[in-house]
């Protein structure tokens, strides 16, 4: 069944302010606490949050707290906390808004969906909304659900919102410049994304505070069906931009494989604040350190399209340095490719290269100038040698990713106030939690 976007007037929403009271599910990552980096009109500024009783919810609050007492635009929260064990049955039974917002261990997350359509609630859920092939089915029942009774179920995807990406997309759509996508081989995709994420970082300035959990591939999820989530989506909302995909016909699971990032005790301890390993992690231990399935690649195709997925978590970037994405589209005129290496200083940054004999110059510069400006002021293109350019875009629209989260916020009111979804949206959330979950259930088969 491909489900289309919900037909349905979603509840009484109109856009008025305070209308949307939001309540927070057991937040157990940092990304639960982004959406409230920002106050948004048509929110209530009291959130109701729901966890167990532990320290995931304790710096949960704190770093609420840190929004409501910086110096630079403070917001202006309130938290009202319940914390039991009973807290799902608690947040069911109160009733205490109307859109809950859910990020943390995965492993439950898509049980938590489920309760919370079933009980009447909208969600906002970070990803993934499933870790496990085996509760593949359960989302797709949250979804058809959610489409009876009129709700929206919607994920974050926040790296729809980088400007390199949505350049990419946009130049992927003037065939002048790009031509037609290729469909690719195995050995050579149409379309490669690899991203490089690091296991300590910093989030608003502070270093980063991870759960033990975070490193379980059974609470967390394995690379292949957790951060892989953005890369899926980006292939099917670039290469195929909202046109309906069907996960039946339209996926096919090539090849996948996943391996380990070794952890030391030290480096452990610095990320989580923790002295020792926690039982359920004893079982990853090779020697002293802690073995993390935190890697993976897939390759598969996509309406006949072949397209390569790369994750890899290393410990903590180098400085000046951070989590890296690498990105390339191969068109019948020319590849678009987002580099962020040394070269560009650590920087997403967007290429056009033409093949020999291909010239896109005046093209290149026409849909830069004339049709791209009027959309995104300021940007520009560089010639840097016979059949390459790099795209100029200006510092502002390099928000960041911690913005990204207030950005698909905001659209997740205007759905709200629609009633709706477009009509591509949960078929290809659909898909691409197929795809993942597939590419999963291959790389353990193949191991």
């Known amino acids: 069944m491909v489900l289309a976007g919900c037909q349905s007037k979603s509840s009484s929403f109109t856009g008025a302010d305070g209308e949307v009271k939001l309540v927070t599910l057991d937040p157990g990552h940092f990304h639960a606490a982004l959406v409230q980096k920002t106050m948004y009109d048509q929110i209530h500024p009291t959130v109701h949050v729901y966890a167990p009783d532990g320290p995931d919810v304790v710096d949960h609050l704190n770093r609420i707290k840190g929004f409501n007492t910086r110096q630079d635009n403070p917001t202006a929260w309130t938290e009202e906390t319940y914390a039991g064990a009973d807290f799902l049955q608690k947040m069911i039974s109160d009733k205490g808004g109307n859109v809950v917002v859910t990020s943390g261990n995965n492993s439950k997350k898509t049980d938590y969906i489920f309760s919370c359509i079933d009980n009447g609630f909208n969600v906002l859920a970070d990803k993934?909304?499933?870790?496990?092939?085996?509760?593949?089915?359960?989302?797709?029942?949250?979804?058809?659900?959610?489409?009876?009774?009129?709700?929206?179920?919607?994920?974050?995807?926040?790296?729809?919102?980088?400007?390199?990406?949505?350049?990419?997309?946009?130049?992927?759509?003037?065939?002048?410049?790009?031509?037609?996508?290729?469909?690719?081989?195995?050995?050579?995709p149409a379309v490669t994304k690899e991203s490089?994420?690091?296991?300590?970082?910093?989030?608003?300035?502070?270093?980063?505070?991870?759960?033990?959990?975070?490193?379980?591939?059974?609470?967390?999820?394995?690379?292949?069906?957790?951060?892989?989530?953005?890369?899926?989506?980006?292939?099917?909302?670039?290469?195929?931009?909202?046109?309906?995909?069907?996960?039946?016909?339209?996926?096919?699971?090539?090849?996948?494989?996943?391996?380990?990032?070794?952890?030391?005790?030290?480096?452990?301890?610095?990320?989580?604040?923790?002295?020792?390993?926690?039982?359920?992690?004893?079982?990853?231990?090779?020697?002293?350190?802690?073995?993390?399935?935190?890697?993976?690649?897939?390759?598969?195709?996509?309406?006949?399209?072949?397209?390569?997925?790369?994750?890899?978590?290393?410990?903590?970037?180098?400085?000046?340095?951070?989590?890296?994405?690498?990105?390339?589209?191969?068109?019948?005129?020319?590849?678009?490719i987002i580099r962020q290496g040394k070269a560009e200083n650590y920087k997403p940054t967007l290429y056009v290269e033409s093949p020999p004999g291909v010239k896109i110059d005046s093209q290149l510069h026409q849909a830069i100038g004339k049709t791209l400006q009027k959309k995104y002021p300021g940007i520009?293109?560089?010639?840097?040698?016979?059949?390459?350019?790099?795209?100029?875009?200006?510092?502002?629209?390099?928000?960041?990713?911690?913005?990204?989260?207030?950005?698909?916020?905001?659209?997740?009111?205007?759905?709200?106030?629609?009633?709706?979804?477009?009509?591509?949206?949960?078929?290809?959330?659909?898909?691409?939690?197929y795809t993942t979950t597939q590419a999963l259930k291959k790389a353990h088969q193949q191991q």
């Open 196 to 336: 490089v994420h690091h296991f300590f970082k910093y989030v608003s300035g502070n270093p980063i505070k991870r759960p033990a959990w975070f490193f379980d591939p059974a609470q967390r999820g394995e690379a292949l069906v957790d951060v892989s989530t953005h890369l899926v989506d980006l292939i099917q909302w670039e290469c195929f931009p909202e046109q309906i995909i069907d996960y039946k016909t339209d996926i096919r699971m090539l090849n996948a494989k996943r391996w380990t990032t070794q952890m030391t005790p030290v480096q452990f301890k610095k990320v989580t604040h923790l002295g020792s390993y926690p039982d359920y992690l004893k079982k990853y231990i090779n020697g002293d350190n802690l073995a993390v399935y935190s890697n993976g690649e897939m390759n598969y195709t996509i309406n006949g399209v072949h397209a390569k997925v790369s994750i890899i978590w290393n410990f903590q970037a180098p400085e000046g340095t951070g989590d890296t994405h690498y990105s390339i589209m191969r068109g019948t005129r020319s590849n678009l």
């Open 128 to 188: 993934p909304m499933v870790i496990s092939p085996d509760k593949f089915e359960l989302l797709v029942d949250s979804f058809e659900l959610a489409e009876k009774k009129g709700q929206l179920l919607y994920d974050i995807m926040t790296e729809r919102h980088e400007i390199t990406t949505m350049l990419q997309k946009e130049l992927s759509q003037i065939p002048s410049v790009f031509g037609q996508l290729e469909k690719g081989t195995l050995e050579n």
């Open 380 to 433: 520009s293109v560089e010639k840097l040698s016979p059949g390459k350019w790099k795209v100029g875009i200006p510092k502002k629209y390099h928000v960041g990713h911690e913005a990204h989260f207030a950005q698909v916020t905001e659209k997740y009111l205007r759905y709200l106030k629609d009633g709706k979804l477009p009509d591509w949206e949960v078929p290809n959330m659909i898909a691409k939690y």
